[in-house]
């Protein structure tokens, strides 16, 4: 369980990522998970962030930062520039997810895709008792002003990295009973309201 005040996708992801190595951070949104990284880790790192608001909140965070779209890809980035390459919250969001996920897997070594699982059990109840677009903690939003576009589960994900011979180096899946949980057991697809992914190149796992 992660202490008050804390997130536990962030603690998942602080752990996978090595000391000193070379970041960058797509979405990163106001920045926090980048300053934790920076700061706890002693990463080298970067982010890329489209709204105005982000790019100013990491800004004053002191935090190096480019206003680009990653739907267009990461043309200007070479090939292996970076050790990790980051996208937590955010896969659902882009409106072009396999040219994202193909860039990141082109410009890091690894990739870390954490993102919401629609397929939790509390959604589904949601849909099925008040005939409503869901609305939880990770997933505030009305219909009509959400930015997610694309509604993934678990089991999407899985078949995706099968297709596309994606290793699945680590998979952690979580919950926001208690606090935020790590959950451990049968049924993540049903069970996990969010996943973590560490991924690279090159086989199935």
Do not use: K, R
């Given at each position: 369980m992660s202490p008050a005040g804390t997130r536990i996708d962030h603690d998942i992801i602080l752990d996978i990522v090595p000391r000193g190595a070379k970041v960058l951070d797509l979405g990163c949104g106001d920045g926090s998970l980048l300053e934790k990284m920076v700061r706890t880790k002693d990463v080298r790192g970067s982010g890329i962030e489209i709204s105005?608001?982000?790019i100013r909140e990491c800004i004053a965070r002191g935090l190096a930062v480019l206003q680009e779209d990653i739907d267009h890809g990461l043309k200007d980035y070479p090939d292996r520039s970076f050790d990790y390459?980051?996208?937590n919250q955010t896969l659902q969001a882009v409106k072009k997810p396999h040219v994202v996920l193909s860039e990141m897997l082109r410009v890091g070594e690894k990739a870390v895709v954490g993102f919401p699982n629609f397929?939790?059990?509390k959604m589904r109840t949601y849909l099925l008792l008040r005939g409503r677009m869901p609305k939880t903690e990770?997933?505030?939003y009305e219909w009509y002003d959400t930015p997610n576009i694309h509604f993934c589960t678990v089991t999407d994900f899985e078949e995706y990295c099968r297709k596309y011979s994606l290793r699945v180096e680590k998979r952690v899946y979580l919950s926001n009973d208690r606090g935020g949980r790590v959950l451990r057991g049968f049924g993540?697809?049903?069970f996990a309201e969010s996943a973590v992914y560490l991924l690279s190149k090159g086989g199935r796992s």
């Open positions: 105005d608001e982000g390459i980051i996208l397929a939790h059990w990770y997933l505030p993540p697809n049903l």
